[in-house]
């Protein structure tokens, strides 16, 4: 954060960037890419099968295959149709090239090396993106940064955080990482899960038909945000959990706190009221206002 | 049949049994070693820690959830972390149920992982199986026994090792079993190597429990040795192998655990050795165990010889020998024996006096 950013009597307590390797989700799909790579690369050339590969149309078949299939197979679990897609473009894109530079007698070479240079792009890009996350944490508010070509920005003081998530996966706790998810009284940080069912029914042949469709839906409630909303990977997690959980207690008035602020208002309210009292005896006149010697 | 009565109904079933307990032994010497290593670096390779830390867990976990699952309990939680795991059943059984299921908590981590090494070894890579079983005649007394186990252990380590001489790195699915081999082998371990030194860090601890299991209920125990009698007298009955050959396969487990701790610890030390390398410097071992063997598969690629894969492997291994003493040698103060100080003493002292 720049010094011309910081509020009046602002500190920055600590400045982090995501760990390395909390963006897995990105980075596993680069390296079954590295993965396919290399197994196609090794079936092609030197396996037993070799001579199954001597069509190219097999060599890129198989390889379309495996990459759509885990493709679809990634989306369904993450919920997520890009990967699919973009599974989609790499095949698309690999049996492009492989035609429009008539490579084909080589393929055995190209698809292994075309397969690893895009994984090592896609790893480039993840590092990127990964980089360009921010998160300041003040004595008053935290910042959050993050965005490679559309720069996004967020800002939460902590009596505005209503919740604190925090989750931690196995690579987080081996590598002592995890994300802390503030969520706002407005709801900002929370995402929903939806389930939903249907089933139809079609009845009758020819002429009479009957139809009929059931459905359901079931919606929960999620701490979720995008990774340049919440703190994404930070290291060393417990310490920053605590730091976080620390500056939004002490912005938060406990209900001894409350207590005492209201008995001083009370005694504020009485000092005043004897302030004015003394004033218009001073003044020689009674509480009414009126002059005592007129009475 | 050869041998007295008494050798044959009191002696000769004991003969596998005190073999594989021998061999758990072992293995389980081996484990120490592991965890002096792991607790020597644990604090320049925290999170390496962490990871064997978790795959123990998890093997031990596991092992607990097989018992809840075999003796009908259920189980109702599971979780799993890098510090602990908990496992609890649905039901709470008493008796023989509960012993079971405390047993495969005890003994299950020593054995799990070399069970999913050897159901890799028959899945994945031919390894020759047949020839392991054993061609001597089979004599149902202690000695005959014991033999006969012996050469199953003998024949089975000899094609194991022949394997790994024989590994090809580039080929996938060889590479996928070293790397299991040697991650399983972090695993080999059920106690936790945490910040502070606790009771449950030692061997003692691991035997107690199994003694424990056995004092508790002695009764279990016995029961357990009548069936390791009847299947004896019935593999006499019939005339066949299966009682050794049972006991073998536990013995090729803790073979199989030791190769793979051992693999394990000699990659835990080159990483305590290279921590005394400073920089980027004690990269360079790591480097070169793969980029030699690739070179070298190479060049035998041009230059056909026999025995690639072996020569490849042994060469790789002596390079990184080589290239981790130089560099001990010449960037750190490691192997610089009292003549070498004294020379190094009476070069400077020379210096000083040249400039006085």
Not at chain 1, 21 to 35: E, V
Not at chain 1, 162 to 184: M, V, W
Not at chain 2, 104 to 129: H, Q, S, T, V
Not at chain 2, 336 to 353: E, Q, R, S, V
């Amino acid at each position: 954060m720049r010094e011309d950013e910081l509020l009046n009597n602002e500190k920055v307590e600590k400045v982090l960037s995501p760990h390395p390797l909390s963006f897995m989700g990105y980075q596993s799909l680069c390296i079954f890419l590295i993965i396919l790579g290399t197994v196609i690369g090794w079936l092609v050339n030197f396996s037993d099968m070799k001579e199954l590969f001597e069509n190219y149309l097999v060599s890129i078949t198989v390889w379309g295959l495996v990459l759509l299939i885990v493709g679809v197979i990634a989306s369904l679990i993450t919920i997520r149709w890009r990967i699919f897609f973009l599974y989609l473009f790499i095949f698309l894109g690999g049996f492009g090239i492989i035609l429009w530079q008539g490579w084909q007698d080589i393929v055995g070479v190209v698809l292994p090396f075309y397969t690893v240079s895009v994984s090592i792009i896609g790893f480039l890009i993840v590092e990127l993106f990964r980089r360009s996350h921010k998160y300041i944490i003040t004595n008053q508010r935290i910042s959050f940064k993050g965005g490679v070509l559309t720069k996004r920005e967020r800002t939460l003081r902590y009596d505005k955080i209503s919740d604190i998530n925090a989750k931690q996966g196995i690579l987080g706790q081996i590598f002592s990482f995890g994300t802390i998810i503030p969520i706002s009284q407005s709801g900002f940080g929370l995402g929903s899960d939806s389930a939903q069912a249907a089933g139809g029914v079609m009845l009758g042949e020819k002429k009479v038909k009957l139809l009929g469709i059931f459905g359901g839906g079931k919606e929960v409630q999620t701490p979720r945000a995008r990774s340049y909303y919440e703190l994404h990977g930070v290291h060393p997690y417990k310490e920053i959990k605590k730091l976080v959980e620390e500056m939004v207690q002490g912005s938060v008035i406990t209900p001894y706190q409350q207590e005492q602020v209201a008995f001083q208002k009370e005694q504020v309210d009485i000092q005043k009221q004897m302030r004015d009292l003394l004033k218009l005896q001073a003044e020689g006149k009674d509480e009414d206002g009126e002059d005592k010697d007129e009475k | 049949m050869e041998g007295s009565i008494i050798d044959i109904l009191i002696f000769a079933p004991l003969a596998p049994i005190l073999g594989v307990m021998l061999f758990w032994f072992i293995q389980l010497l081996f484990i120490e070693s592991e965890k002096y290593l792991l607790s020597k670096i644990r604090p320049k390779h925290e999170p390496l820690c962490r990871f064997t830390n978790f795959l123990g867990i998890l093997f031990q976990t596991i092992s607990h959830a097989l018992g809840y699952t075999v003796t009908k309990s259920g189980i109702s939680d599971f979780y799993i972390s890098v510090e602990y795991g908990k496992v609890a059943p649905k039901k709470e059984k008493k008796g023989a149920f509960e012993w079971i299921s405390n047993a495969f908590l005890f003994i299950g981590p020593f054995f799990i992982p070399a069970f999913l090494l050897l159901l890799c070894l028959f899945l994945l890579i031919n390894f020759d199986f047949a020839s392991t079983s054993q061609t001597l005649e089979l004599k149902y007394t202690f000695g005959g026994q014991i033999t006969a186990f012996g050469i199953g252990l003998y024949s089975f380590t000899k094609n194991f090792f022949e394997l790994l001489f024989t590994l090809d790195l580039l080929h996938p699915g060889h590479l996928g079993f070293l790397l299991l081999l040697i991650f399983l082998g972090m695993g080999i371990r059920p106690s936790y190597i945490g910040e502070k030194k606790i009771e449950k860090v030692d061997m003692l601890y691991e035997l107690k429990n199994v003694w424990n299991l056995i004092k508790n209920k002695p009764s279990y125990f016995i029961i357990l040795f009548l069936i390791a009698y009847i299947v004896f007298y019935l593999s006499i009955f019939f005339n066949q192998n299966w009682y050794v050959t049972l006991f073998t396969i536990f013995g090729w487990l803790s073979i199989i655990s030791i190769i793979s701790i051992i693999i394990t610890n000699l990659i835990l030390y080159l990483v305590k050795t290279t921590d005394d390398i400073p920089r980027f410097w004690k990269v360079v071992p790591f480097v070169i165990l793969p980029v030699s063997y690739i070179l070298l598969r190479l060049l035998f690629l041009y230059y056909p010889v026999d025995f690639t894969t072996t020569i490849s492997l042994i060469i790789m291994i002596l390079l990184t020998v080589i290239v981790t003493y130089i560099l001990l040698y010449t960037k750190t103060n490691k192997f610089k024996f009292k003549l070498g100080i004294k020379l190094l003493k009476k070069k400077i002292k020379d210096d000083t006096d040249e400039r006085g």
